[in-house]
C-alpha cells in the first residue's frame, strides 16, 4: 500500500500571503490528522477529520482551517500567514481515528514565511 | 490534561550496547502510548502502542518498550543498538475525547549511536 502523501513538500511564502496544503490518506483510512512542527514548540495537534467533518480541534487561531473530501483526502490552509508560521506540516492517517489505531505520517510539508 | 515527558534531550550509545530512551505520562483513565522516530527530513514512523496486556510491548525494528504503570513510565529498549537507529524518538499518548483523540507528544530524544 502506498503511504501518506503530502503536496508539495517544500512551500515558501511571504507574510499575508495564504497557503494550501494538501494530503492523501492510505488506501481505507478515512480518519486524518493534522499536526505542525516546530524547534520551539515541538509536535502540536491542528485537527482531525473523520468521514468529511472536523472531530477534534488543537488550540490554534482561526487563521487555520482544514477540510477533508468525501475521498477521505484532506487540505489545511492558513490564512495570513505570520513568520511564526513556518515550521514542519505533518498529516496522519489512521483507519478510523479510535484511540487504539495508531496513526501513520506522511513526509510532510516545509513551510517557509519571509 | 494528558502530558508526556522525555527527561533527556539527547542519549548517547556505542553500537552493540542496550539503549533507552525514557518517557514518563500523566493521564486520567487508561492511558494509550506510543512510540515514533523520525530521520531527518522524513515524517514520523510508528514503533510500538500500548493499549492494554503485556506490559513489554514489541515492536517494529527489534524496539520494544516497557509499560510501567506505578512509575508512570513507558521506556523505550533495543538489546543492540545500530548506527543506523540515530534518529529523533517521540513518546505519545492519547488524549481521549469519547472514543477518538488526538496524539500529545513528548518535546523529543535524538538518540546518537556511535560506531
Known amino acids: 500500500k502506498a503511504g501518506v502523501t503530502q503536496t508539495p513538500r517544500y512551500l515558501i511564502k511571504t507574510r499575508g500571503q495564504q497557503v494550501t496544503l494538501s494530503c492523501s490518506p492510505i488506501?481505507?483510512?478515512?480518519?486524518v490528522s493534522w499536526y505542525q512542527q516546530t524547534p520551539g514548540q515541538g509536535l502540536q495537534f491542528l485537527f482531525e477529520y473523520f468521514s468529511e467533518t472536523q472531530r477534534n480541534k488543537g488550540n490554534f487561531p482561526g487563521r487555520f482551517s482544514g477540510r477533508q473530501f468525501s475521498n477521505s483526502r484532506s487540505e489545511m490552509n492558513v490564512s495570513t500567514l505570520e513568520l511564526g508560521d513556518s515550521a514542519l506540516y505533518l498529516c496522519?492517517?489512521?483507519?478510523?481515528?479510535?484511540?487504539?489505531?495508531?496513526?501513520?505520517f506522511g513526509p510532510g510539508t516545509r513551510l517557509t514565511v519571509l | 490534561a494528558q502530558s508526556v515527558a522525555q527527561p533527556e534531550d539527547q542519549v548517547n550509545v556505542a553500537e552493540g550496547n542496550p539503549l533507552t530512551v525514557k518517557c514518563t505520562y500523566s493521564?486520567?483513565?487508561?492511558?494509550?502510548l506510543f512510540w515514533y522516530v523520525q530521520y531527518p527530513n522524513r515524517g514520523l514512523q510508528f514503533l510500538l502502542k500500548y493499549i492494554t496486556g503485556d506490559n513489554l510491548v514489541k515492536g517494529s525494528y527489534g524496539f520494544e518498550a516497557e509499560f510501567n504503570k506505578s512509575q508512570t513510565s513507558f521506556h523505550l529498549k533495543k538489546p543492540s543498538a545500530l548506527v543506523s537507529d540515530s534518529a529523533l524518538y517521540f513518546c505519545a499518548v492519547r488524549e481521549v475525547s469519547g472514543n477518538t483523540g488526538k496524539l500529545i507528544f513528548g518535546q523529543g530524544t535524538t538518540l546518537q549511536v556511535k560506531p
Open positions: 493521564v486520567s483513565g487508561n492511558p494509550y
Open positions: 488506501s481505507g483510512h478515512r480518519s
Open positions: 496522519a492517517s489512521s483507519l478510523s481515528g479510535i484511540i487504539y489505531n495508531e496513526q501513520f
